[in-house]
């Protein structure tokens, strides 16, 4: 079977191609590097380097793959308050286009891969599939707006599909340059440097290790499950002094953060009710918080050694 990843060179995209290709899955990939790596491109896969807002059909035409994994977005949510325009642009258009490109070419599912920041300020906690979107940030917006035309491609001309969304996902592969908390800190806390706390750090979030989430992906991916949404996190509540807490009793840190200003456009407490992805599809995330910032703190290290 011929699976096409937009976004396959990213954080979390490459890992899921990794473990398509060890499952025997043909992958292609399409990716324009604007955040991904080249050398997280698994070379057993196929790589055009393109940009989802532009000509893509072409690829779609000559590779005819039976299931798409829709990664590619602007994913940085600070980003998206200075540049909406482009977030927009890749998040709405290019959803838009690669929905296009199924319907053209009988792609039989896309799989979406969403974000809890749709939800904005939740209304109540833990936050389940019930709950109304409100999000209070473009990329939010932009990712909220393009489930609605994912949905809208299976009424009106019957894309199967899946719409994931995930927690706040950390791991492997994970890159200062995304400004995510956990990668923030690890590389501070590695360089000597004192990691700065937005707000009073009492905020909290459900924080998903990205090995599991991975794992989870290529491993259902041929699952007859179909047009609906879950939510994929770990389904706990962790404040991010609670993360630094962790990070710095596993690096035996005697300093202690900075506090800074909050950021607008950042709720203030989130997590997410996963019950339903436990039962209907048996999600079981294996890592808790403790050993997946463990797993992560060994990887970075591992990488600055051989850097
Ligand atoms: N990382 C998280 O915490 C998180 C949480 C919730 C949802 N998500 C979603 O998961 C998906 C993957 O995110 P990630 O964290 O791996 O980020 P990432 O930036 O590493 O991955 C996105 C990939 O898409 C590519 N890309 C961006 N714009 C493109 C374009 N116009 N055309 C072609 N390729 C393009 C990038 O080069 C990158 O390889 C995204 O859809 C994101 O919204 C991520």
Same mark, same amino acid.
Request: charged share 30%; glycine share 6%.
């Given at each position: ?21 060890? @499952? ?5 990939i ?6 991904? @790596? ?5 070379d057993?896969?196929k790589?055009?380097e ?14 005819k ?34 929905? !296009? ?11 979406y891969?969403s ?5 904005? !300020? ?14 209070c ?31 706040n ?46 794992e ?28 630094? @807490?962790?990070?710095k ?9 900075k506090?800074?200003?909050?950021v607008? &456009?950042?709720?203030k ?22 050993? &997946? ?15």
């Amino acid at each position: 079977m011929k699976i096409l990843v937009t976004g396959g060179a990213g954080f979390i995209g490459s890992q899921i191609v990794d473990l398509l290709i060890k @499952k025997d899955y043909e992958v292609v990939i399409i990716d324009n590097l604007s955040t991904g @790596k080249k050398d997280y491109i698994n070379d057993k896969a196929k790589f055009y380097e393109a940009d989802i807002t532009k000509e893509i059909d072409l690829i779609f035409k000559k590779e005819k793959p039976e299931i798409v994994i829709h990664m590619a977005a602007q994913v940085m949510l600070r980003d998206s308050l200075e540049n909406p325009i482009y977030d927009a642009k890749t998040n709405i258009f290019g959803t838009i286009n690669v929905l !296009e490109s199924c319907r053209k070419h009988n792609v039989k599912k896309i799989i979406y891969t969403s974000t809890i920041a749709v939800i904005g !300020e939740p209304e109540y906690l833990p936050v389940d599939e019930k709950h109304l979107g409100k999000p209070c940030s473009p990329y939010g917006i932009s990712k909220y707006t393009a489930e609605h035309y994912v949905r809208a491609y299976n009424q009106l001309c019957g894309l199967d599909y899946l719409i994931l969304r995930f927690g706040n996902v950390y791991g492997p592969r994970d890159d200062i340059k995304y400004k995510r908390v956990i990668s923030l800190f690890i590389d501070c806390i590695l360089k000597n440097k004192i990691p700065s706390i937005f707000g009073d750090g009492t905020q909290t979030r459900d924080f998903i290790y990205v090995c599991d989430l991975a794992e989870f992906i290529a491993e259902n991916i041929n699952k007859n499950s179909k047009n609906k949404l879950f939510h994929l996190a770990y389904g706990e509540q962790i404040s991010v002094n609670e993360i630094f @807490k962790i990070l710095k009793e596993l690096c035996n840190l005697k300093e202690n953060a900075k506090y800074v200003q909050a950021v607008k &456009g950042e709720v203030k407490d989130i997590y997410l009710d996963i019950s339903l992805a436990k039962k209907e599809l048996g999600w079981n995330p294996r890592h808790n918080i403790k050993q &997946g910032l463990k797993e992560t703190l060994e990887y970075v290290q591992e990488n600055l050694i051989k850097t």
